[in-house]
């Protein structure tokens, strides 16, 4: 619990996961304004909102989502709902589970068995990738829990207390993972050491040199937790980096890093809360894209959540039977909700329609298209310093007439967005990318509309 | 993080939760030893299951369980089915709610504010018992999560780092509340001492006397923690005591302790999880019930989960609007699938349900009924010891024909109440105590059900 060198860590960024957030002003409307003060009386002050003027959504369908006065706005943003919103396979199978049971995992359950083996199989997904050696399925309720669960693991494993994260990394709400948060948490422990990623910001920076750049950067981390007398845990990270601000290229620059930490004595977590269940189109978890030609990228424990259920609440990690069994003999665990009927229902959903949609097929595809066009938009826009992205998962830097980073500029964009009827977010260490990670039935169509709205908004912004 | 005086503290209690569990043998039937070998290769060996002959559940209805021979069971255990199995009001409601939208609490909700409106309103529930100031709901999907956070908040609250909790407690699953949890963590870290309930094993012991045996106890912890140089941040208890082995009486026993805790600068976290939403019948919260005569029992913090949705992954807390500033002051708190408009959905319909059907009335009356049947029993059977319990939560201690807690015996119950159809726990720090806690709408025909089939295992067990 005591961090005794806790002053020696500089301090961490400002939290930036709330920069897209309601201010509580005045939103010009009466109906809204009543709401917000309404919830501040009731859900209190850590219940942030976004943007300036907050939104009240009735209704949703597919990357549609409908506020109360019956105006749409198209969603670029929402990742959980991974199949649209409001997907009749999620709802309708949900449903019959709850008319006929939805109890805990103490009893059996075949369905749940049965997901774990399609789920267990996508570790390959068809590419000779390697396994964990017997991974077996952990359910849990949330994100969160999985990389709680994933780290107590990894110092289970090792021995070893440090924790290697990105600069600007999220890796969820519990005491312990806010700690590894830094674009939560304000003052990082000592037991945590960052890397960068900024040599990775234009995506065609050979891959040679973007390994080097990593691996350089993991090794200042691992000597500073050895430094401390921490030895090396673990190395979680994201392999799309969303919270950094999206670093997808170029493919395998992490391993040479992985290989580092493991040297060090340390595991890879591979968080793919956000990039896992299809999103990056080039393969059905993040990791993977990252684990072509001649050098694998293995993780030891492989975290995910968000999308798992499209709006229900289940996530898990996967993680060898050994380790588990190692927990098992120390102590118990648990988790109510986790793995209920209703829980497996709704992931399986997710699982077999991702497939029957062909939705990872159309991350590619569509991703890949809107990606150009937002490239082909940059050509003609200074405000736009660079875009990089894979699949539905796209980060678009924006810069100010000074050519900066510009916080309270990209507020203004994401507001403006808004406005004109675009659901997105920012990222990214200077809360200056634009998170773009819609649904991903989102369309040709989709894209032809985002990008004329954000053209429409860079053209008329005041910067 | 790091724990130097660790050797100074006692080795906790063999972990007791996964007393009930499969012992992995053959079951005597090949399709359920099918499953149980399936779930090992699937879902590993954290997974534990209930019973040494696991079961399948195929479906349920109100107390009823039915396994996917057609055979049913008795529910006397499960406390998430607060209102009963499949219940239509939340299957209905998360339903129609799938299929509107269930999106996160970043947009606004009506919903959810008058939902917390409701819940909020239950803190005094009729009596004049104090409020927290200016109380807010924060949502989080589960018991765990919402403990875990409340101990960050008392940490926030008083710069102390000290915890007590009772000896056999269970909090949750995160690597923070874990090692608040002797019933499921081995080696408790030193910034955790514990009290014991011994003191209210007999129900008739004087208010007044059970008041001193507890402060005594509280303390001796507060000393301990001093000793060590943490402060005390804060007691957290579940005022039914569910995992020590059910202490409801006499109502009022806490209040001395409290006071010490505060007076050590310390905070009252009230872990509803398990006495709350009526099960204890005298009231809606389980520390209201000790809240009677002249001294009032105030929590600072209140944290809720397991019946919160029926099953749907639903919990939260209450706190001070001010100590939940300060957190916001001081860094972000998000939860993704928490306080969405399905979660609002099964805890609205959870909540009027219970009012509508008046299942806290039913708890106390039929609660009272079953534990005096069980009294009665008692006299007549030499292997139960002593009934505990308020409303439909009520421990049982079992002991031997030496007259000693016997874990073994009370796992042969268990598992003989399973072949005559009904289904129950233990719990205890000797593992010797029955916990029955069923849905709130068992009736007085289920009460003589299980009356008839305990009376027949207690005389025909071998002891």
Redesign the interface.
Known sequence: ????HQDDNPPSLK?I??QNACDFSASGNLH?DG??Q??L??????????YRK???????QGVW?FDTDGNRYLDAY?N??VLG??H?A??DA??AQ?????????????A??TY??QL?ATLSAGEDCGFLPDP????T?????AN??A??LAFLATGA?GVIVSEAAYHG????V?QISPS???QL?D?VATFSLDALQQEDIPVHQAMAAIREEITRAINTLKSRGYGVAALIADSIFSSDGVFAHPTGFLTAAVDEVREAGGVFIADEVQPGFARTGEAFWGYLRHSQAQQPLQPDIISF??PMGN???VAGLI?P?NL??A??D????????A??H??VAAAQAVLTTIGMEGLQENARHTGAAFKQELITLADSCPLIRSVRGAGLFIGVDLVNAHGEPDAELTSQIINALREQGILIGAAGKHGSTLKIRPPLCFSQDNVALFISRFRHVLTTIHS
């Open positions: 619990m005591s961090n005794d939290p996961l709330d809204i709401l917000v309404e919830r009386q009731t859900l209190g002050p850590t219940s942030v909102l976004f907050p939104l009240e959504f009735d209704h949703g989502l929402n959980v709902a919103h409001a009749p999620v709802s949900v449903a709850l008319q006929k049971i939805n109890s805990h995992s103490r009893y059996l359950n075949k749940g068995h774990a083996q267990l077996r399925l952990v359910m309720c949330t994100g969160s829990e709680d669960l780290l107590r207390q709400n519990t005491w312990l806010n939560s948490c304000r422990p037991w959540g968000k709006g229900y609440p993680a039977d588990l069994q927990m098992a120390k102590e118990g665990y648990f988790n109510t909700f793995g209920s209703a829980a």
